[in-house]
Nanobody, 125 residues
Framework: QMHVAESGGGSAQPGGSLRLTCTIS?????MAWFRQVPGKERTAVAA????????YYSDAVKNRFFVSRDKAKNTMTLRMNNLRPQDTAVYYC?????????????????????WGQGTQVTVSL
């Protein structure tokens, strides 16, 4: 089992930027960010292959959020730009030993085995 921990987050105004970092003990094949608003289901944000860096994004964040990874440090970073109030949520990092594959399996939360505790992101005036 891999230990997963998020850092970063916090508050920003609409149009602003924030950065989240995920640190993972071990060498996962695929890593991803998900988010959840109280009372709603957790949804996918972005995923990235640790092996070749292929990335995948949900339509809600495409062209605003950017995911990257550092193989040597076993970290994953989510840069969130042009933030909107609807981006407010608890953001979770997840990892797995199965390859990302394509867009659909990469963003399928049910295929992830190891999860962090989550970090709050709040976007408001």
């Amino acid at each position: 089992q891999m230990h997963v921990a998020e850092s970063g987050g916090g508050s920003a105004q609409p149009g602003g930027s924030l950065r989240l970092t995920c640190t993972i003990s071990g060498e996962p094949l695929c890593m991803a960010w998900f988010r959840q608003v109280p009372g709603k289901e957790r949804t996918a944000v972005a995923a990235i292959s640790r092996v070749d860096g292929s990335s995948y994004y949900s339509d809600a964040v495409k062209n605003r959020f950017f995911v990257s990874r550092d193989k040597a440090k076993n970290t994953m970073t989510l840069r969130m730009n042009n933030l909107r109030p609807q981006d407010t949520a608890v953001y979770y990092c997840a990892a797995r030993q199965r390859v990302c594959g394509s867009w659909s399996p990469a963003l399928d939360q049910h295929q992830y085995t190891d999860w962090g505790q989550g970090t709050q992101v709040t976007v408001s005036l």
